[in-house]
């Protein structure tokens, strides 16, 4: 086979050269079902042809003319097969996050004029199914578990014939390089969500230009279980197949500790946020533990906070590092399975603190930095250590430029770069300019050896009343290494001064509460006791030293609930939605000022 230049070509790839006992394995009824890469081919082509049956074509081949297939689901192995099948016959997948809000999913199915939709459980069935009235362009709804009165996806596959399979070759052998491979709407945390039109070419020279960032060897396995509709998770799979690395899904964000110790997987992806769950749960334990251990494990701790990357630190140093890895990190990295090289994030900015730990520590944190609409990587931390820098999202990958833009906005250009906005060229032209330049509405600076750094959002600096701008990003980062503070956002748009909304860390507060006897049982009552209050008054003050003076902390209200998904206030990347917080917390925000 020549040079894969479609996406599904992974299969006949693999089969061509290693083909793998185990490509993709799920959990069934509390056991891993495995699935060979020939097991793969087989399920992948008689679900093309079952589609085929179904009526679904490639139309003109143009955007609009192609039939689109949704899917919202948890990962799972037949997520990819969907994937592959739909993709082969020149139809284009539309991943949609499985927590979208009604509205939005009404307006995706009728924007996309989707016409099957396949979902993860009886829940989202019924979610689409009462859109039923307001979309007429569904034709049917499958299911991948069983839900009583639905259609089954494995009904699709049962249409498949020998006929029908010969009949995917001739299709697929029109697709090119060039053509639309996918449309993924991004969660606007602006407005009405935007149909990112991404083509083979797009993710597929992204796969290539990150493989060598990645750890070399054979036989390797990765846990996946951020949204594969999200294209960081998705890409990343596509690197997988080609790379030929098993993968396995976890059952869901709550069995993640679980899944790393039965898979002991060498590498999976993740967002900040659970990194810094992983962090506050290793510190819990090691609050829990006394005498020797205790003073141990603080002392082993000490020293990760002092590491430096690529830089010689003496031959104490590293004597003492490489103790502190046998006796207390070597703990570390069993709770992740034991074999971890690499552990990816990507998706918003990770506080440097947690990196150089975790780096001490012998877990390579890979951090990136991309968007949908740029297939996503520009720039990502590499394996080797002489590519990565604390504070950094790394080196540029192979064949993406970047030029910084006057007002410090980060400007992309290369094979990566989206072919447009689905049916949008007016908010295409506001994105990309004639030269072909993508401007990402993120600013940051690189370095003259091609590192980039990213200091903040566009959209999230803020001017106080007295003109000056604040990038809150940094300073929310800052406040975040406090154990004692688990969310945190800044406020002063228009404002005299700079101010803070936090959600404490409660697991610590609480525990902090008992050493100091302080006997408050609800989260409303302990965040307002006068110690409590006190408390974090003289922390964030131990914070400002590290800003100017705009950019102080001069009030905050805690709130005593965390933000999530389910409750509106992140998306489902786990970004914060600061106009959802701002509106909901408005009566915070003006006890703050008044």
Not at 175 to 202: C, F, Q, W
Not at 226 to 247: A, D, Q
Not at 290 to 298: E, H, P, V
């Amino acid at each position: 086979m020549t040079e894969p230049k479609r996406l599904f070509d992974c299969l006949d790839y693999h089969l061509e050269r290693t083909p793998l006992d185990i490509m993709l394995a799920g959990k069934e009824g509390g056991q891993w079902k495995k699935h060979s890469t020939a097991s793969v081919k087989e399920t992948v082509d008689r679900l093309s042809a079952g589609l085929l049956s179904l009526g679904v074509s490639c139309g003109d081949m143009s955007p609009e003319g192609r039939d689109k297939i949704a899917i919202l689901a948890k990962n799972r192995p037949e997520w990819v097969m969907l994937d592959l099948a739909v993709q082969q016959i020149g139809a284009v997948l539309t991943p949609i996050y499985p927590t979208i809000n009604v509205n939005e999913l009404e307006f995706v199915l009728n924007d996309a004029q989707v016409k099957y939709v396949f979902v993860n459980d009886e829940e989202l069935f019924l979610k689409v199914y009462s859109l039923k009235e307001k979309v007429h362009s569904v034709k049917e709804i499958y299911t991948f578990e069983h839900v009583p009165n639905a259609l089954h996806w494995k009904e699709v596959l049962n249409l498949a014939t020998p006929e029908l399979i010969a009949q995917i070759k001739p299709v697929s052998d029109k697709i090119t390089y060039e053509d639309l491979a996918t449309i993924i709407y991004t969660s606007g945390t602006t407005g009405t969500p935007k149909g990112v039109m991404l083509s083979h070419r797009n993710i597929l020279s992204n796969v290539n230009a990150s493989m060598p960032c990645f750890p070399p060897g054979e036989e390797m396995k990765a846990l996946s279980f951020l949204p594969l509709n999200h294209i960081f998770e998705r890409m990343v799979t596509y690197l997988y197949l080609f790379r030929g690395i098993s993968i396995y899904y976890a059952e869901s964000l709550e069995t993640i500790a679980d899944n790393l110790k039965e898979v002991q997987p060498h590498m999976f992806t993740t967002v900040p946020r659970l990194l810094e769950k992983v962090y506050n749960k290793i510190m819990q334990k090691g609050n829990e533990l006394t005498g020797t251990k205790r003073k141990l494990f603080f002392w082993a701790h000490g020293l990760a906070e002092k590491y430096e990357i690529n830089k010689d630190q003496g031959p104490m140093y590293g004597f003492k590092l490489g103790l502190a890895n046998k006796i207390i990190f070597s703990k570390w990295r069993e709770g992740l399975g034991g074999n971890i090289k690499c552990i990816v994030t990507g998706g918003a900015a990770c506080q440097v603190r947690l990196i150089r730990i975790f780096s001490a520590a012998k877990i390579t944190i890979m951090e990136g930095y991309g968007l949908t609409e740029t297939s996503p990587v520009v720039a990502v931390n590499r394996y080797e250590e002489s590519g990565r820098r604390f504070g950094s999202v790394g080196p540029l990958i192979g064949g993406v430029e970047v030029k910084i833009a006057e007002d410090g906005e980060i400007l992309c250009k290369g094979p990566n770069i989206m072919m447009g906005y689905y049916k949008r060229p007016d908010l295409t032209a506001e994105v990309i300019d004639q030269d072909g330049w993508f401007y990402s509405g993120d600013i940051g600076d690189l370095s003259a050896d091609n590192f980039l750094k990213i200091t903040d959002r566009k959209k999230e600096l803020f001017k106080t009343s007295g003109g000056k701008y604040v990038a809150p990003l940094p300073i929310e980062n800052k406040l975040k290494e406090s154990p004692f503070i688990e969310q945190v956002m800044l406020v002063g748009s228009d404002r005299k001064f700079v101010s803070a909304l936090i959600v404490p860390s409660f697991p610590n507060l609480l525990d902090w509460c008992r050493h100091h006897g302080i006997h408050a049982t609800g989260h409303e009552e302990v965040i307002r006791d006068p110690k409590v209050q006190e408390m974090y008054k003289d922390l964030v003050e131990s914070f400002n030293k590290y800003f100017n003076h705009v950019e102080q902390v001069k009030k905050f209200e805690l709130l005593p609930n965390e933000w999530s998904v389910e409750t509106g206030e992140v998306t489902p990347k786990l970004s914060l939605k600061r106009k959802v917080v701002i509106e909901k917390y408005k009566d915070a925000i003006e006890r703050i000022y008044s």
